[in-house]
């Protein structure tokens, strides 16, 4: 008690959470960190949506289908597995309590930098203009029904970490029953919209390595 009270005796019994501004990401331009190495990384930034937004979850699909994280993904198959340019690549849905993003990285040898960000904005494209089919969306349903009791709920700890996350989102204790239904409610037209509302702005671009001008690739714009 005695040290308790030394380290936070002086601290007021209430006191008012500073407030915190919304940030969200400054897109369009490109940052370059030049370093000798081996490797350059790549990360492209573009807005995101919040966790309770209407449209999260066909979002979340969207995401899922372009880069989330699996073998199947546009991303992987034509980065990795057709062209060999990275060991891995993914997207990912950025939702923190003032902030969000949809976040593209991967990394890559120097010299194949470009050709690797060339691929990644083809395939950004073909996701705005076409979308993904019936198919793809149904087997990304599946996945992420199936995955997710592994992924959080096969041991005390992925449980309970689990739990706080759904505290911390506000999502309330059913949402682990609910969250099926909200997936498969998810149609393909709502992916598309998401696509286009997502994807259609110009990225923030963060290369780390070896520099060179993005603007100057095939189909961009100088």
Not at 91 to 97: G, M, P, T, V, W
């Amino acid at each position: 008690k005695a040290v308790l009270d030394k380290v936070f005796g002086n601290l007021p019994e209430k006191a008012e959470l500073t407030s915190v501004p919304d940030i969200q990401p400054k897109l369009g331009q490109t940052v370059t960190v030049s370093y000798p190495l081996p490797q350059t990384t790549l990360q492209l930034v573009y807005p995101g949506v919040k966790r309770d937004a209407p449209d999260f979850f066909a979002a979340y699909m969207m995401n899922q289908i372009l880069g989330g994280g699996t073998f199947s993904s546009w991303l992987f198959h034509e980065v990795r597995e057709t062209r060999g340019l990275a060991y891995g690549v993914s997207s990912d849905l950025i939702d923190y309590r003032h902030a969000d993003a949809l976040v593209i990285g991967t990394a890559t040898r120097s010299e194949s930098a470009p050709e690797t960000l060339q691929v990644i904005q083809e395939q950004v494209k073909k996701m705005i203009d076409e979308g993904p089919s019936e198919a793809e969306l149904d087997a990304a349903k599946k996945y992420v029904v199936g995955a997710f009791a592994i992924a959080n709920l096969d041991s005390s700890i992925s449980i309970a970490r689990t739990l706080i996350g759904l505290e911390i989102n506000h999502l309330g204790i059913d949402y682990i029953q609910k969250r099926e239904g909200l997936i498969d409610r998810v149609t393909l037209d709502q992916v598309k919209a998401a696509a286009k509302k997502l994807l259609s702005a110009k990225p923030a671009l963060l290369i780390v390595g070896k520099p060179f001008d993005p603007d100057k690739l095939p189909g961009n714009k100088g």
